[in-house]
């Protein structure tokens, strides 16, 4: 039985489906191949773009964190930990794709570089995020926690990121995850510019649908301690 | 009635101290963690290049304490949380900004009692006759170094007091917390004893290592009082 | 003094237009079936969580107050706000100061006499852990008398006392009444209070009181 509701979702799904396969024709067809590294570097599409949904959304669990906090409202914190659940999944899938191109391009599966470093404490603090939340009773005081903990995330991250920059840059030549520098193609940059664009959108779909279904179990949830004082 | 905020300040930094002494566990096993982390890496690694071992000292000795500080920080709100006296004290009126200072001292004088041993110890575990290890700016720089880590380690006590797997979640969240200050100290505290007091790297790291225990202490006090009002 | 109207949402709505006011010499009593909410509408009253919607206020003096955490004593249902491992001295000096009172050592033995906590062997030195449960709950109580405040919420006050502690209680509490304080009281036990009861309000299943 669909509701028009779910007839919607179908519908945007579709649509953004459709955009991610858009944008895989571009890199396989539109971008030319890389002289140095050869069709491996095509994996940047996707390390670069999850890169930023990951960063993308320490944004928006600090945005929700803080409404969350202004209003006293519980609802508003099953926004934010769907955000941390979404970021956990691009800060993994930027950590896998950024080691998947490191061995072939520099023969190794690792390398403590800035940003790929920032991405691992990130993946840490959004896991610690997500289980501070599960192991306290829903009520006022674990939005008031939740939301302090988002906020100090957020805060946190770009303090952590300098640090580490500062720090490598004295011990060795930074092994960067090549953009391309000044010599990046046209098509190349296109390329990256419609998958960033395309992968927050798509992080940003992922966070309504799940901030939703969080939402309904948390309804679930309170509907059953009801039930308790009912009797 | 109400007492000043001094007064307030100064009874609940009393009453932790009491609270530490008179359950001596809380007030050794960190030292005692440390001195024996600090042997067991001596035997690990044996006997040392020169040029290693300064690098080696800094890093026992920083992670050393940073493991001890992690165990006690995660421990702070402990004797308040029996026979619910967390509870009772938010009845009564006192102000957040003392009681977050009050927990901060207590950090900083229980933590200097752990950080002090291990940095002399550490010392004298790996001198050798043509090299000081110990010197009063590292030691320095380890204080300078527990102001920041403690006033993150305060909130994030906090912050984890109702969680249930509060042993995983503290040192999940804390320890990516922490880098950029203890970067800093380990690069300051290298420069130091490799360089010398008169390089001028050794000053940029220093106002680093500052700016980040501002930036920290800052954060903690505001972010503490959002978390306990009306919670 | 206190009139407040409350909802508040736990998990679901516990109570719903609640309201209730308390003067001086005012005893309410708080009934409901097990489970309804009266301690949670304590803690409300207490400042320890918020409520949905509605106020809380305190007039003293015809004055409105506003933070009434200095004016309120609460009293816990199952537990005592003890530091288990210090002695009684110690905690009651502890919470007396937060209040900024300075007591000396006779002041804190006089609160301690009339509940048979004032013999040196049982004050001095000698942790609070190794008390039975009635003689938390006397020095919860001999902490509750020293506070000089006008409001005093209790919730199961008389939990593990025997009878010569409960007169002692009934004693100080119609003091403490006199004296134009007023107090919320949950109690299974109504007996000791039949006669000081001024008010009773009842939070029913539905919510609505």
């Known amino acids: 039985m669909l509701t028009s509701e779910d007839k919607r979702e179908f519908v945007i799904g579709t649509l953004l489906q459709s955009l991610i396969i858009l944008h895989w024709c571009m890199v396989f067809f539109f971008a030319p191949v890389d002289i140095h590294q050869g069709p491996v570097y095509r994996i940047m599409f996707l390390h670069v773009p999850s890169a930023i949904a990951a960063f993308g959304s320490s944004l928006g669990l600090c945005v929700f964190s803080v409404l969350a906090l202004r209003n006293s409202s519980e609802r508003l914190m099953a926004w934010a930990k769907g955000t941390a659940e979404v970021g956990l999944l691009f800060t993994i899938l930027t950590l896998a794709t950024g080691s998947i191109w490191g061995r072939p391009t520099w023969g190794t599966w690792w390398t403590w570089d800035a940003r790929l470093t920032t991405t691992f404490l990130l993946a840490l603090l959004y896991a610690g995020y997500l289980l501070l939340y599960g192991s306290l009773a829903p009520g006022p005081g674990r939005t008031r926690v939740c939301a302090v903990l988002g906020i100090l995330i957020f805060a946190d991250v770009p303090i952590i990121y300098k640090s580490v920059t500062w720090w490598r840059t004295l011990h060795q030549p930074p092994s960067m995850i090549r953009e391309g520098g000044s010599t990046m193609d046209p098509e190349i940059l296109w390329t990256l510019v419609s998958g960033i664009f395309v992968m927050c959108i798509y992080a940003a779909w992922m966070v309504r649908v799940r901030g939703r279904n969080i939402m309904i179990a948390e309804e679930i949830e309170s509907a059953s301690y009801a039930t308790l004082g009912a009797r | 009635m109400k007492a000043t905020t001094w007064s307030q300040y100064l009874t609940l930094v009393r009453q932790g101290l009491r609270a530490e002494f008179v359950d001596k566990e809380r007030l050794i096993s960190p030292v005692l963690f440390s001195l024996t982390m600090l042997v067991l890496f001596a035997f690990a690694l044996g006997d040392l290049d020169q040029s290693l071992r300064i690098r080696v000292y800094l890093a026992e000795t920083f992670l050393t304490a940073l493991f001890a500080l992690q165990m006690s920080f995660s421990r702070l709100f402990e004797p308040d949380r029996q026979d619910r006296v967390f509870e009772l004290l938010r009845t009564y009126p006192i102000s957040y900004t003392s009681l977050f200072l009050a927990k901060y001292s207590l950090v900083l004088i229980l933590g200097s009692a752990t950080l002090i041993p291990t940095m002399l110890f550490g010392a004298f575990l790996h001198q050798s006759a043509n090299q000081q290890l110990f010197s009063w700016v590292v030691l320095g720089i380890g204080l300078l170094a527990l102001a920041g880590l403690g006033a993150l380690g305060v909130l994030l006590s906090a912050l984890t007091l109702k969680a249930q797997a509060r042993q995983i979640i503290y040192p999940l969240l804390y320890f990516p917390m922490t880098t950029p200050v203890l970067l800093a100290a380990v690069q300051s505290a290298r420069l130091c004893l490799d360089v010398g007091l008169g390089s001028p790297e050794l000053k940029s790291w220093l106002g680093l290592l500052a700016a980040f225990d501002i930036i920290y202490i800052t954060l903690g006090v505001l972010l503490f009082t959002e978390l306990m009002d009306e919670s | ?209």
């Open chain 3, 1 to 209: 003094m206190i009139s407040n109207l409350s909802f508040k949402f736990r998990h679901r709505r516990l109570f719903n237009d609640l309201s209730l006011t308390a003067g001086p010499g005012d005893l309410w009593h708080i009934s409901g079936p097990n489970g309804v909410g009266k301690s949670t509408f304590l803690s409300v009253v207490a400042g320890l969580l918020n409520p949905s919607s509605g106020e809380i206020t305190l007039n003293l003096a015809s004055k409105q107050i506003l933070d009434r955490r200095a004016h309120l004593e609460y009293l816990p249902a199952e537990a005592n706000g003890l530091y288990l491992k210090m002695d009684s001295v110690q905690n009651l000096r502890f919470w007396s100061q937060l209040r900024g009172l300075k007591l000396d050592d006779s002041a804190i033995f006089a609160a301690l006499e009339p509940w048979g906590l004032n013999h040196p062997l049982l004050r001095d030195g000698f942790p609070i852990e190794k008390y039975s449960t009635g003689m938390k709950r006397r020095l919860a109580l001999a902490r509750l008398d020293l506070s000089p405040v006008p409001g005093w919420l209790l919730d199961e006050p008389l939990y593990g006392l025997d009878q010569q502690a409960i007169t002692v209680f009934r004693e100080r509490l119609r003091q403490h009444l006199s004296r134009g304080g007023f107090a919320l009281l949950i109690s299974h036990d109504l007996e000791p209070f039949r006669d000081l009861i001024t008010g009773a309000k009842e939070i029913s299943s539905r919510g609505s009181a």
